[in-house]
């Protein structure tokens, strides 16, 4: 298996043969007076330590391995290195002794292969030193390890490189459907099923290799946090295309820039539109059921507030169940809304606690905070009508079954067959989309309900049942 991933990173670029064999290890290992692991090995009948993809590192080569000793603060290790970056020291434990005292080691292994030193303060000079370990990848195989080096050191040496910056920072607010867009179309190096860092490779035509950079291994473009490389510019170009990510030139072949990011304008304030309408449609739809926030709760929350809430706010709280408040993004129970310095009263946390979501008394807009910063994120009418339909979605209870289509382009919602089928719900669905980037649709008249996603190009269809939503997906074509 680690061979197979080794051959296949190997396979981008141009690399030199190592002229290692195995006489020559055996002869290394009855010097050591060890058996080196099976991945270090392979590593060495495959790799050479001349090939000049090692930039940020340094392969040892073999006829100048030692057996050295390490400390971390709970065990002795006996260690070889068989990489060097800086002062940083990689290489693979071969045995470990617990130190006094220390009722539970920090690091076990069991089977052949055993985990990596990293980050070891690496003294060149005094081999008696112990190495003094930093910290080590408790969990990791050695194949793993070596695949992650490997990997840096492959794709910073490819003629063809775009990346991503900030990921999921503030920058890219969608992080959630640039990652889903790009990962799609890769398997995983198997090698790295275990590991907690990403190798991918492209499984229609291989050319693509993919990394989530380590940060344990030292890069030259360490100011992405993803990057994508081929031998030449083409499979990158229809990465883009395909993906619409947005991915920056780091190497061109063909001359290809990044073109200048095209931000897109913050909602502006409107008269926001009442939402019961759609809100009461889809629990009719769905068959939705339970115990939701009275008005009396609510009058007396912006009693204790000294404000009024937005009107959509309040409609959402008094249709959503009290049941769903966990069920998509956590919602914050109505006693439990609290005025912040700035005014904005917080509501609502994303599923995966990337964002805040919260509202302005006297304001129109939705509003999200990443990291310490706010922004206006949409419209609350329109936002809340989807951000309902996701949360009641989740609710198992009522069978509402969905299928997402991607690569929807927004005009082809104004040609047949879509457009036969999907119309305006409860009269007022396009009226609440403007200001935000989702759109409820009525599907082949009361049989479904579709949510346009304009910024992923991603249309989601819901039905009552397998059956209805194969149906609806035959009719909109796009089966």
Known sequence: MFLNDLQRLLSFGEHLSSNVTEKDIKEKECELTVELPDAVRKLYLHVSPKDSMFTTCRMIPLEELTLRKAEDEQQYYQVIPIFIGGKRAFGPAISAEQKYGVENPYWTWDGEE????????????????????????????????????????????????????????????????????????????????????????????????????????????????????????KPLE?????????????????????????????????????????????????GLAGRCTPKEKIEQA?????????????????????????????????????????????????????????????SSLMYRQWEREWEAAGVLDGYLAVEFMDSISEDESIGLVMEECQHIKEEQLTQDPLKQYLSELAGISSKIAIGNSRQLYDVCEGQGIAVYDRDSESLYIYAKGYDVLEKLLKMLGLT
């Open 302 to 362: 912006e009693q204790k507030l000294g404000c009024q809430l937005p009107i959509s706010l309040k409609e959402f709280y008094m249709h959503l169940p009290q049941s769903l408040f966990t069920s998509y993004d956590t919602i914050w129970s109505i006693s439990k809304l609290r005025r912040m310095k700035d005014g904005k009263i917080k509501f609502l946390e994303e599923n995966q606690g990337s964002f805040y979501g919260a509202v302005q008394p006297g």
């Open 238 to 286: 229809q990465l883009i295309q395909e993906t619409g990510a947005p991915l920056e030139w780091i190497k061109s072949q063909s001359g290809n820039v990044t073109p200048a990011e095209i931000w897109e304008p913050e909602p502006e304030e409107r008269l926001l539109i009442p939402i019961s309408p759609i809100l009461e449609y889809i629990r009719d739809f769905t």
């Open 114 to 233: 055993l985990g990596l030193v990293l980050k070891a303060n690496f003294p060149k000079k005094n081999l008696d030193k112990p190495i003094k370990i930093v910290r080590g990848t408790s969990g990791q195989s050695i194949s793993v390890c070596i695949l992650n080096i490997l990997g840096t050191q492959v794709i910073q040496s490819l003629k063809s490189l775009v990346g991503v910056q900030d990921l999921y920072g503030e920058k890219h607010k969608r992080s959630s459907q640039v990652t889903k867009s790009l990962w799609d179309v890769y398997d995983w190096f198997i090698g790295f099923a275990e590991g907690a860092q990403e190798l991918k490779i492209d499984k229609k035509s291989g050319l693509i290799l993919g990394l989530n950079l380590p940060s344990d291994v030292d890069c030259l473009y360490d100011g992405y946090d993803v990057i994508f490389g081929a031998d030449t510019d």
